[in-house]
Structure formats: C-alpha cells, structure tokens
C-alpha cells in the first residue's frame, strides 16, 4: 500500500537471510523512497514489461497495491527489488511519467524502445533512468548523458544486439560519460571500443578481469584504457573514475 504519494514513497518488505546451511528468512515493513530500490540482479526478476506496468499503472488501486518484496539495502542505501519492479515503475509512470517519457524519447532516437528483452529493446529501466539523471554540471540539460551514452553503444554495436543494452553495460558507459564529459573524443570511443571489443560479452569478461570494487567501475575501466591506447597528446585518467 502506498505512503505519502507526494514524496513517492512505498510499504516494502525486506528480507533478510542468515547465514547457514538453512537459511532463515526474517520480514519486516519499511517505507521506502523509490530512488532507493532497484532491480541490481537482473535474472533475478523476470523481463520487465512496459505495458504491463502501464496498465498496472492505468487501473492504479492502493488498496490492491501489495508490498513490494526487497532485500537489506546496500552500502549505498540501494535495495534490490525481489519481487515488484512492475509495482514500482506503474508509480512512477502515474507520478513522474514525465522522465519515462523523456527516456522513450532518447532511446527512440537512437532505434530502441523500452521492453521485454529482444533486439532492440531495453528492458533495464532503473539503469536508463540513474544515467538519465546524470549532469556533470548543474547546468547541464537533464538526459544529455543518456542520449550521448546510448548513441555512442548504437554506433558500436548496433541497436539489434540485445546483449548491448544491459544493466551494467548501459551504467559503465554513463559512468564513463559523466566523469570525462569535457574530455571525450566521442568519434574515437565508438571507434577504439568496436575495434577492440566484437562484441558486449567481451567487454564485461574484461571488466570483471579489471574490476575495482565493482563490475561497473571494472568495465568503466576497460574503457578508458582502451580509449586511451596508442593515443597521442593528453589521456583521460583513470583516477578521476
């Protein structure tokens, strides 16, 4: 059941699990501001559905809104959705349908579309949405990051290979895109990167081989020193990650 719309807030049940051969699952209910949930395991969930969101979204109830299932949130205060990530974007397509709708508008331009995962569809709308809001300044004109970050993966890859268009692929690309914005050759990113990496599976094997604290940060990372191999004159640097 929702709390306080205005700061679109929702009732979530976390669970926790012991450690143990015989793990015990312990449930409790917490409101929570929807920033801080995300689907942080992917195959964890099934296919997000856009439409089916929508219309959960069209026949809204909050007296049929069921708890959202979460884990303990992470260092960064983050939980992960174990069950509900169609409950949670039908709240934010009725109360801030305004972003989502500047998304679709991104990735249409760049030949894709929000959906079950299959070519040309991007189904990781928590991570559209987190690079959406990345501005390297305060003047920065919001979703610039995103549609720059996805333009330079369609140039690499193309907008038909789904396995492009990931959760971690999309946020180590924005990642990258917002610490060097001033400094990016955007030519010679999606030309070093195709050169290097045949395909997306390649750079995320790479990353995982490079990774610091996390796999984004690892295939952040792997971009970088890609871009900057062989390249004459001043490099990006990978302390300003």
């Known amino acids: 059941m929702l709390h306080d719309l205005s700061d679109k807030k929702l009732t979530a049940r976390k669970v926790q ?3 143990g051969e015989h793990p015990r699952l312990h449930r409790e209910t917490v409101y929570m501001p929807l920033n801080k949930l995300s689907v942080v395991w992917i195959r964890a969930q099934r296919p997000f559905d856009l439409a089916w969101a929508t ?3 069209e026949n809204f109830d909050k007296d049929m809104f069921e ?4 884990t303990k949130p992470d260092r960064n205060g983050v939980s992960h959705i174990i069950e509900g990530q169609h409950r949670v974007a039908a709240v934010e397509i009725k109360w801030g349908r305004d972003e989502l709708v500047q998304i679709e508008r991104i990735l249409k331009e760049c030949g894709l579309i929000v959906g079950p995962k299959a070519r040309g569809h991007v189904s990781c709308v928590a991570a559209l949405q987190a690079v959406y809001r990345m501005k390297v300044s305060k003047d920065q004109v919001v979703g610039e990051v995103l549609d720059y970050t996805l333009a330079a993966m369609v140039a690499i890859w193309g907008p038909t290979n789904n396995q ?3 959760a971690t692929l999309v946020k180590s690309f924005g990642l990258f895109a917002k610490s060097y914005w001033a400094d990016i050759d955007w030519q ?4 070093t ?3 290097r990496f045949f395909n997306p599976d390649e750079l995320i094997a790479a990353g995982r081989h490079n990774r610091e604290r996390t796999l984004m940060r690892g295939v ?3 971009l970088v020193m890609t871009y900057n191999y062989k390249k004459t004159g001043a490099r990006l640097k990978l302390e300003d990650l």
Request: with cysteine; hydrophobic share 45%; charged share 35%.
């Open 164 to 166: 492009a268009y990931g």
């Open 220 to 222: 952040c990372r792997e």
């Open 193 to 195: 990167i195709k050169r």
């Open 67 to 70: 708890d959202v299932v979460i």
């Open 55 to 57: 219309l959960i979204a």
């Open 188 to 191: 010679r990113l999606t030309d």
């Open 17 to 19: 699990s012991d450690i």
